[in-house]
């Protein structure tokens, strides 16, 4: 059983950046590939960004070349590096494995992108 917890969410003006993590017990993490999704009121849970165990990355078409995803297999975290964020962005961000595991999800961290 692996359990995640995200942190890294906040308030933060348009065109801004935040840096996510998200924190996997369990010893083997490191052959996970790993996802961030997100969750805006009213819609449903997309992915935002993909890695594999071997670092390959893929990512939603939205957030092309604004977001950064990485892994540090030694410290069992995943990161999500957000930068020119917009108010569309606004959501409650969470990790999984990917593909998601439907008793992995945690509690997410809201990213709220506004003026």
């Known amino acids: 059983q692996v359990q995640l917890v995200e942190s890294g969410g906040g308030l933060v003006q348009p065109g801004g950046s935040l840096r996510l993590s998200c924190a996997a017990s369990?010893?083997?993490?490191?052959?996970?590939?790993m996802g961030w999704y997100r969750q805006a009121p009213g819609k449903q849970r997309d992915v935002v960004a993909l890695?594999?165990?071997?670092?390959?990355?893929n990512y939603a078409d939205s957030v092309k070349g604004r977001f950064t995803i990485s892994r540090d297999n030694a410290k069992n975290t995943v990161y999500l590096q957000m930068n020119s964020l917009k108010p569309e962005d606004t959501a409650v961000y969470y990790c999984n494995t990917a593909p998601p595991r439907p008793g992995y999800w945690g509690q997410g961290t809201q990213v709220t992108v506004s003026s």
């Open positions: 369990g010893s083997i993490f490191s052959i996970y590939a």
């Open positions: 890695i594999t165990a071997g670092g390959n990355t």
